[in-house]
């Protein structure tokens, strides 16, 4: 069953938990607040790599990020942006479970969570990058398994 490793908010840094806990994806997601293309490269060099442009991330190397991105994963479409409430209206839409998408991937908040509506699942695997709101460092894995998404919200640290 492949595993979709779902990162946010690195801010520059890639700590080597994160990078060892990435180590065997089938495909990466990064939900924007990179910090550099530094991190970009890296997250290259493990798996095939999904990543969209956060409010932090700017200068010339961010210009190939999209704000949004749009990808099928294992029979699953999905769609990936920084902050949701960019989404605006179409964000109630798709909560109702209209259109296509079924998993939203989200970061901003800093704040891992996994929230089923309308049966669409919106996710935010927290912050990867250094600490911040006193939440713990985490990243997210999604898996389908007999057709449905089971999310797991792994923290680097206690």
């Known amino acids: 069953m492949p595993v979709l490793a779902v990162v946010s908010d690195t801010h520059g840094k890639l700590y080597p938990e994160v990078v060892a806990a990435l180590a065997g994806s089938d495909l990466i997601v990064h939900a924007g607040d990179l910090g550099g293309s530094e991190v970009l490269d890296t997250l290259e060099g493990i798996a095939p790599l999904v990543a ?3 409010n932090t991330d700017t200068g010339a190397w961010s210009l190939r ?3 949004r991105a749009e990808f099928e994963w ?3 479409k999905c769609l990936v942006v920084h902050n949701l409430a960019g989404l605006g209206r179409e964000r ?7 259109g296509e998408v079924r998993v939203v991937i989200h970061g901003h908040s800093h704040r891992a969570e996994a ?6 699942l919106f996710f935010n695997p927290g912050s990867a990058g250094p600490r911040r709101f006193l939440l713990p ?21 206690r």
């Not at 109630?92 to 209209?98: D, E, S, T, V």
């Open 65 to 67: 990020l999209p704000p």
């Open 74 to 76: 294992a029979g699953v």
């Open 92 to 98: 109630r839409l798709i909560a109702q479970g209209l």
């Open 52 to 54: 969209v442009r956060g």
């Open 115 to 120: 929230v089923w509506s309308g049966g669409v």
């Open 137 to 157: 460092r985490t990243i997210g894995r999604l898996r389908v398994v007999d057709g449905r998404v089971v999310t797991e919200i792994v923290e680097m640290e």
